[in-house]
Nanobody
Framework: QVQLVESGGGLVQAGGSLRLSCAASGGSFSFYAMGWFRQAPGKEREFVAAIAYTGGNTDYTDSVKGRFTISRDNARNTVSLQMNSLKPEDTAVYYC??????????????????WGPGTQVTVSS
């Protein structure tokens, strides 16, 4: 059984940084693309960033480009999201998810088959 568990969320002031991590177990992590999504109160879940199974290709939604960096450590079965210059509009529950086997980054939520329970990120103004 594949399990994904996020960590690293919390409360931070605008302009601050957080690093989210997602630990994967129960599957061949290095063979799969991974992604981060977020959902703010009253809004739909939205794509944030994704990384290919090789780690060589990444994709970001426009609103986080230049501020967020996705990375992965296949030896440790983890994917991370470094978030800098945080803004109040980044406040949301952040989810990591498993994408396609031997896959490239995808913005489509229906491509992802396993999801973590999420971690809350709150950015105060």
């Amino acid at each position: 059984q594949v399990q994904l568990v996020e960590s690293g969320g919390g409360l931070v002031q605008a302009g601050g940084s957080l690093r989210l991590s997602c630990a994967a177990s129960g599957g061949s992590f290095s063979f799969y693309a991974m992604g981060w999504f977020r959902q703010a109160p009253g809004k739909e879940r939205e794509f944030v960033a994704a990384i290919a199974y090789t780690g060589g290709n990444t994709d970001y939604t426009d609103s986080v480009k230049g501020r967020f960096t996705i990375s992965r450590d296949n030896a440790r079965n983890t994917v991370s999201l470094q978030m800098n210059s945080l803004k109040p509009e980044d406040t949301a529950v952040y989810y990591c998810a498993r994408g396609d086997r031997y896959g490239w980054p995808s913005r489509r939520a229906d491509v992802y088959d396993y999801w973590g329970p999420g971690t809350q990120v709150t950015v105060s103004s």
